[in-house]
């Protein structure tokens, strides 16, 4: 089993070493570069199913319980979580993706509810306008 990428302060337990290890060798530039299966898996913003990394037979060698896989993926530093699915962060899954790959369904919920509507837009355009009247006067 490999050893995890994330530094973690603390002791882990043997079980959630291991799993950490294996889901981070999963989810690395390393194998993705040669698992195909894995990359076919992937969405157009290279989100993968966490309950299909919980099935894979090394995986399920160390728990069989979808919770504490996604559980121990949230210890992680180097994926990022959205509901049920897992994804390399900061951009390096986009090397990744295949092209055909499905439509990312996770995004666009997750850039909608980051997307100021066009109320707060008027918002902040009024408190900039408010900001620009205020005077300092030191006396």
Same mark, same amino acid.
Do not use: C
């Given at each position: ?39 076919? $898996? ?46 390399? $962060? ?50």
């Amino acid at each position: 089993m490999p050893a995890p990428i994330s530094r973690i302060s603390v002791a882990l337990d043997p079980t959630v070493y291991y799993l950490l290890g294996q889901l981070e060798y999963y989810l690395s530039p390393q194998n993705l570069a040669q698992d195909f299966f894995l990359r076919q $898996k992937m969405d157009s913003h290279g989100w993968i199913p966490i309950p299909l990394i919980a099935s894979f037979n090394r995986v399920r060698q160390i728990t069989t319980d979808e919770s504490f896989v996604r559980d121990v993926l949230g210890m992680s530093s180097v994926v990022e979580i959205q509901g049920d699915m897992v994804r390399m $962060k900061e951009g390096e899954w986009e090397r990744f993706v295949l092209p055909g790959a499905q439509t990312s369904r996770v995004d666009s919920i997750h850039d909608f509810s980051l997307t100021p509507s066009s109320e707060e837009e008027s918002e902040d355009e009024e408190e900039e306008e408010e900001e620009e009247e205020v005077v300092f006067v030191m006396g």
